[in-house]
């Protein structure tokens, strides 16, 4: 299993440019997740998916945006890049197996995208 | 709402001395708790998780943490520390209500000097 993967690895993007950060996850889990990483400010989640076609708002969606056609693919699209949206994005998934208590499997995540909007 | 806070957000160690990283919560319900780590130019990694049972939790490489309810933490902790621990670690909670999300705290990052 390669686990959760990312492309690309790093990227520039003039202000106003679009892109769309892929993710892909070979464990046939349930749920994905998007999350941006701020120097001293952790994790804060962007979108979330419950399964394919399903999808909600995290804590900061403004500027970007997700769809989820099949279990594996989890994209994050950015429309209109600004400055505000240089950060690291971090794809993750959890396989959310019914019959279980909510939340309590691992979250796995991948190697990280580094964005620069300049 | 759930909230994380970790006290520190640098704390240096030399090697073979404790590691004491904490880390306090506010949940409305009893919670699911979490430290991951990240290493330099990585995602994250689960360390170990608190869920149900018994409060004093093991994880990998030597790590544990102990849920206190009374004092509403989750310090992570270990007993020797080692060059290679050198890293950022987070905590993190999410509910038992049927919130499928992750709170974060915002990191400890670890140095351990030689």
């Known amino acids: 299993n390669a686990g959760v993967t990312q492309t690309p690895k790093f990227r520039i993007l003039k202000i106003g440019q679009s892109m769309t950060l892929q993710c892909t996850q070979d464990?046939?889990?349930?749920?994905m997740y998007w999350y941006r990483q701020d120097p001293g400010m952790g994790l804060k989640l962007i979108y979330y998916?419950?399964?394919?076609?399903?999808?909600d708002k995290g804590e900061v969606p403004n500027g970007y945006n997700v769809s989820r056609s099949t279990t594996e693919d989890f994209p994050l699209r950015l429309e209109l890049a600004a400055p505000s949206q240089t950060s690291v994005y971090f794809c993750?998934?959890?396989?959310?197996?019914?019959?279980?208590?909510?939340?309590?499997?691992?979250?796995?995540f991948g190697p990280g995208t580094r964005l620069t909007v300049l | 709402a759930q909230s994380v806070t970790q006290l520190g957000s640098h704390v240096s160690v030399s090697e073979g001395a404790l590691v004491l990283l904490r880390c306090n919560y506010s949940s409305s319900v009893p919670p699911y708790l979490f430290w991951y780590v990240q290493y330099p130019n990585q995602g994250l990694q689960l360390l170990l998780k608190y869920t149900t049972g018994a409060t004093l939790v093991k994880g990998i490489n030597g790590f544990e943490a102990e849920f206190k309810k009374s004092e509403t933490s989750f310090h992570l902790t270990k007993p020797s520390a080692h060059m290679s621990d050198a890293a950022e670690y987070f905590c993190a909670v999410s509910g038992r209500g049927g919130s499928e999300k992750l709170v974060f705290g915002k990191g400890t990052k670890l140095t351990v000097n030689p």
């Open positions: 998916s419950v399964g394919a076609g399903i999808t």
């Open positions: 464990m046939n889990h349930n749920y």
């Open positions: 993750a998934s959890r396989s959310g197996l019914a019959g279980g208590p909510h939340g309590t499997d691992t979250q796995y």
